[in-house]
């Protein structure tokens, strides 16, 4: 008998295949508008500072997919679930994975975002492309909108929060700030009442009561440069705040909206930041990012299966 077969549209947010594919990713960003030749030559010194000629961070996102569908089909069960990737901004884009799930005659779906946490600006733009896309199509589709409080998710980040604390040799962990961090959004979300800053609060308490620590702090990174405010304070100025204010002379951040290695991770917190915390006199060290660990492919494969069953 043939199995009930269930597709898998894995959103996130996309990167540049190579160094030449930059502009016309940041043009997508912009709506179209090119950056300009100053702006690129930014952007092309910040991907050539992390890869080295190397361009590892789409690869990142694809075994973190592949993963993903060995995870869902490893109990050989009655179900067999087939993983596509939608990129918001870059090939194969959101409404393609749509396209080839219904080419492939997938009639059902499961919809799940690489980002633990829900904004209606992040996740919920890739829910909506997804859902217009697959009403045009007649894919019946439904979505994981958050997974903040996964048990096996915190469990994974309280590993690294641990495994990370131990760098500061004859340092107590107490006497450790902890900065767990995440993408700035536009400050306007708080208006709308949008659940994002909420649910990574709660993430970050449920790490710091499993590991145990009480010195710890929320911190926002990698804002957009538009005209409109976007929630802050960034996490170079609670690097000086912490020193110039408190004395805090070890940090450890941990970018628990981040999945995965990826611009904002490699370059905006080992490079920016780490240089930051040198002119400041801070030692500062990241968590691993999760990328394919088993306990974040189990909590994917979890929430996917309840929201196929769920249907």
């Known amino acids: 008998m043939a199995k009930r077969q269930i597709g898998v549209l894995v959103m996130s947010y996309g990167t540049p295949e190579s160094l030449d594919t930059i502009e016309a990713y940041y043009t997508h960003i912009r709506r179209g508008n090119p950056p300009s ?4 030559e930014e952007l092309k010194a910040r991907y050539e500072a992390i890869v080295g000629g190397f361009f590892p961070l789409r690869e990142n996102t694809n075994r973190q997919v592949a993963a ?25 884009f959101i409404e393609d994975g749509v396209e080839q799930m219904v080419k492939d005659g ?16 992040s996740v919920g733009g890739y829910i909506k492309r997804a859902q217009e896309k697959a009403d045009e199509t007649g894919l019946r589709i439904s979505f994981v909108e958050s997974y903040h409080l996964h048990p096996k998710l915190l469990e994974a980040l309280s590993v690294r929060v641990e495994n ?3 760098k500061f040799e004859g340092v107590d962990k107490n006497d450790v700030r902890v900065i767990f961090s995440a993408h700035s959004l536009p400050a306007r979300i708080v208006e709308m009442g949008d659940p994002y800053p909420d649910q990574l609060l709660e993430t970050s308490r449920a790490i710091a009561e499993q590991v145990g620590i009480t010195n710890w702090q929320f911190g ?5 440069q538009t005209s409109v405010p976007w929630l802050g304070p960034d996490i170079l100025d609670t690097l000086e705040t912490v020193k110039k204010e408190e004395q805090v002379e070890n940090v450890l951040v941990s970018p628990i909206g981040f999945v995965s290695d990826h611009l904002e991770v490699l370059y905006d917190l080992d490079i920016e930041a780490q240089q930051k915390a040198k002119e400041l006199g801070i030692h500062l060290e990241r968590t691993e990012s999760l990328n394919t660990d088993p306990l974040y492919m189990q909590t994917l494969a979890d929430v996917v299966r309840r929201q196929a069953e769920a249907n």
């Open 37 to 40: 030749p100053e702006q690129l």
């Open 220 to 224: 926002w990174q990698s804002a957009g």
């Open 68 to 92: 993903l569908e060995e995870e869902l089909n490893r109990d050989g069960g009655e179900v067999e679930y087939r993983c596509y990737q939608g990129l918001k901004h870059a090939s194969p």
């Open 106 to 121: 997938i009639g059902e779906a499961v919809g799940v975002v690489l980002a633990p946490h829900y904004s209606s600006m």
């Open 164 to 166: 990370a604390l131990k």
